[in-house]
């Protein structure tokens, strides 16, 4: 089952934290491969959504920061979905060079032993 929404009905059925933040995983469109986590607020979600160039919420700098901006690893929005909750979003891109701020092509790639 899969519901289409509209950007305002998408973004009405995203639960906020109390700190106006939603955790944002961003998958690779063509692979499936998870590469990153990051945080994103109404402001970030409503512009990615918008331009289709992906924008999160930095909480250690507290500013918009948009994926590649300095590095030109940028993410290109393919599909957004939001869990049955409302408190996840889940972003389907085109990651252009790797996800990573370490240069790997994910965040994931440590594992256990």
């Known amino acids: ?11 009405d059925a995203v639960s906020f ?23 994103m607020n109404r402001e970030t ?28 690893h940028t993410q290109r929005l393919v599909e957004a979905r939001v869990d049955c909750d409302g408190d996840v979003v889940l972003l389907k891109v085109d990651q252009l060079g790797p996800a990573c701020h370490t240069g790997a092509p994910t965040c994931f790639f440590r594992q256990l032993a």
């Open 45 to 72: 979600l409503a512009t990615t959504l918008a331009t289709k160039e992906v924008t999160y919420w930095s909480r250690s700098r507290q500013k918009v920061w948009r994926k590649g901006e300095s590095s030109g």
């Open 1 to 11: 089952m899969t519901d289409t929404l509209t950007q305002s009905a998408f973004l």
């Open 17 to 39: 934290d109390e700190r106006g933040l939603v955790p944002a995983i961003a998958q690779s469109a063509a692979t499936g491969q998870v590469l990153m986590m990051a945080w």
